[in-house]
C-alpha cells in the first residue's frame, strides 16, 4: 500500500452536504476492506476542511460536482480548495461525474483528482477504483468504464478560435463587441460560438453560461 491509507483505520469526508449514501459508503469500504476502525467527518466550511487537509484528519474525500456550483461558496474559495486536495498526496479525492461535461471532466482529472466515478457505478467498481489507487507506484487516476463512455460521446474539440469566442462572452463581450476586438466578421463570431455550443452539447444561452462559470472554477 502506498501512504495515502492505512487499512487498521480510515477517515472519510465530503464536500460539502451530507447525504445518507455516504454512510452506505464507508461501512461498505470498511466491511469490504477488513478496516477495523472507521470515521465520517464534516467539515462545513471550506477553511475548516483545508485545515483538516493539512493536519492529514481525513484519508478520502468525495466530491459531488453540484455541491461545488451551488453557489455557496465563492469561486477563489472552491479554486484554493480544489488546488489544495487534488495536490495532496496523502488524500484520495474521489469526485462522483454528474451532469458535467467532459471538457470539465478532463480539466477536473488535470488538476489531480485521483478517482473519477459515476453515481450510477455500482459499490464494486468504487472498490476497484480504490484498490487502483492504492497500488504502489500507482501514476493514473481510475476513471470508471460509464465515465469514459461518457468522456468518449464527447470528444468533438473545440478549435483555438471556438475557444476564445466563448472565453470572451464569459468576459461580458457581446458578439458584435467580438467581431470588433478580433476583427472578424459578425457571423463568422456567431457561427464560432454556435459551432463551439453544438461541440460542447449546449442548447441554449443558459447552458453555455452555467458551463462557462463551472469551467471557470479549473
Known amino acids: 500500500m502506498n501512504n495515502k491509507i492505512t487499512l487498521d483505520t480510515l477517515s472519510m469526508t465530503y464536500f460539502h452536504k451530507y447525504h445518507m449514501s455516504y454512510d452506505l459508503i464507508g461501512s461498505f469500504i470498511q466491511r469490504e476492506m477488513n478496516i477495523s476502525e472507521f470515521h465520517l467527518h464534516h467539515f462545513p466550511e471550506p477553511e475548516n476542511l483545508l485545515k483538516a487537509a493539512e493536519e492529514n484528519k481525513f484519508d478520502i474525500i468525495f466530491m459531488d460536482p453540484s455541491c461545488l456550483f451551488d453557489g455557496c461558496f465563492r469561486e477563489v474559495e472552491i479554486r484554493k480548495l480544489l488546488a489544495s486536495l487534488c495536490g495532496n498526496k496523502r488524500i484520495t479525492t474521489v469526485f462522483f461525474a454528474n451532469d458535467m461535461k467532459s471538457v470539465l471532466l478532463k480539466k477536473i482529472l488535470d488538476a489531480g483528482a485521483d478517482i473519477m466515478i459515476s453515481s450510477q457505478d455500482t459499490p464494486q467498481e468504487l472498490l476497484a477504483a480504490l484498490l487502483h489507487v492504492l ?79 463551472q469551467s471557470s472554477f479549473f
Open 135 to 213: 497500488t504502489p507506484h500507482a501514476s493514473e487516476p481510475y476513471v470508471s468504464q460509464s465515465v469514459q463512455g461518457h468522456l468518449q460521446q464527447e470528444r468533438d474539440d473545440l478549435t483555438a478560435k471556438e475557444w476564445e469566442v466563448i472565453n470572451l462572452i464569459h468576459q461580458g463581450y457581446s458578439l458584435s463587441e467580438i467581431a470588433s476586438k478580433k476583427c472578424r466578421a459578425l457571423s463568422t463570431v456567431s457561427t464560432q460560438k454556435r459551432n463551439a455550443m453544438n461541440k460542447l452539447h449546449l442548447k441554449n444561452e443558459s447552458e453555455l453560461l452555467r458551463f462557462l462559470h
